[in-house]
């Protein structure tokens, strides 16, 4: 790789202002100076910028916790993105969600520039779980249970696979709910067969990793290497 895209990369800067740097000297390639913007970095260079070692990070993962109004989507002509709350942070790469919330949802949206780790979390074949925290506008019915459990046949005809309902933490209207596929405002059809409209919605997890509830909403930070490899695993 070009020593300018390495460093702009590892550094998070722009490749004009790295240029510079370059060019004052302040960049080193295994303890030697190198002024070479074009100059390819050896496999396994220690780089430093300033003296400060340097890492190029291939793909980030970052945990989100989306508010209420905010969409699911890279970019978007009317409404802030959950990009654009992450954004600035990594100003050199191309992140996207690594699937989707309804805009009035909220909780744990994956953002992430790694597009085949997000294609397995979306893979119909990986059945990757996702939980949910319900709030409706009705009790849960042992019917509800019955049929999530069964596979709910919405009011289009299509069938769903089984999905997992439980009792919530917040009374007689809140549920828990497992999916593990992605059909469009899923949780709100499912219900409206049984005539439950939801109130609340919330992702708390996605495979088998919790959604921090340090961060709170729009908070967010970067997973590591075992946060990563708990979502395919779980």
């Given at each position: ?38 100059a390819q ?16 990070q ?9 508010p ?8 978007d ?16 790469r ?19 520039d790694?597009?085949?780790?997000a ?15 319900v ?35 917040d ?32 992702r708390t ?7 921090d509830?340090?961060?709170?909403p ?17």
């Amino acid at each position: 790789m070009r020593l300018d895209k390495y460093v702009a990369g590892a550094a998070q800067q722009s490749r004009s202002d790295v240029r510079r740097a370059i060019q004052k000297g302040l960049v080193c390639v295994n303890g030697a100076v190198c002024r070479s913007a074009d100059a390819q970095v050896p496999a396994g260079a220690a780089v430093t910028l300033n003296g400060q070692p340097l890492a190029l990070q291939r793909y980030v993962y970052i945990m989100l916790d989306k508010p209420k109004g905010v969409v699911s989507a890279a970019t978007d002509k009317n409404d802030v993105t959950v990009v654009d709350l992450v954004g600035r942070a990594y100003p050199r790469r191309s992140l996207f969600p690594a699937g989707r919330l309804d805009k009035t949802s909220t909780g744990f949206v994956l953002v992430t520039d790694d597009g085949a780790f997000a294609h397995d979390i979306l893979a119909p074949r990986r059945h990757v779980p996702k939980t949910y925290e319900v709030l409706l506008d009705t009790p849960l019915t042992p019917e509800m249970a019955a049929g999530f459990a069964a596979g709910v046949r919405l009011a289009d005809g299509q069938r769903l696979q089984p999905a997992e309902l439980s009792p919530g933490p917040d009374g007689p209207c809140s549920a828990r709910v497992v999916l593990r596929q992605g059909v469009y405002h899923q949780i709100k059809r499912m219900f409206g067969v049984y005539g439950a409209g939801v109130n609340e919605l919330r992702r708390t997890a996605i495979g088998g990793l919790a959604l921090d509830a340090a961060l709170g909403p729009g908070g967010f930070r970067e997973l590591s290497p075992a946060e990563v490899a708990r979502i395919l695993g779980g």
